[in-house]
């Protein structure tokens, strides 16, 4: 089993910055993808970033502006989000891949105002 606790959401006017942590705890050893997703209201969940062995991807929308990354001694994976827009709008997840399972934290909820 793997928990995930989001936290660093808020309220931030456009063209701001946050950074979202995730807390990772449990069987560590068994995670190999771990992700940043989210979900506007109305929409379907997306792939925003996500990191496997070092290697970085990002969705399209969040290029240039956003940035995953890892803390192993902490347990960590952060999402650096910078230059937000009133689009980014959206409950963000972070998800964490087995070759057996995946794991999702309950979100945390980030709103760019216009």
């Known amino acids: 089993q793997v928990q995930l606790v989001e936290s660093g959401g808020g309220l931030v006017q456009a063209g701001g910055s946050l950074r979202l942590s995730c807390a990772v705890s449990g069987s560590i050893f068994s995670i190999n993808v771990m992700g940043w997703y989210r979900q506007a209201p109305g929409k379907q969940r997306e792939l925003v970033a996500a990191?496997?062995?070092?290697?970085?991807n990002y969705a399209d929308s969040v290029k240039g502006r956003f940035t995953i990354s890892r803390d192993n001694a902490k347990n960590t994976v952060y999402l650096q989000m910078n230059n937000l827009k009133p689009e980014d709008t959206a409950v963000y997840y972070c998800?964490?891949?087995?070759?057996?399972?995946?794991?999702w934290g309950r979100g945390t909820q980030v709103t760019v105002s216009s």
């Open positions: 990191i496997i062995s070092g290697s970085t």
């Open positions: 998800k964490a891949d087995s070759l057996r399972s995946g794991y």
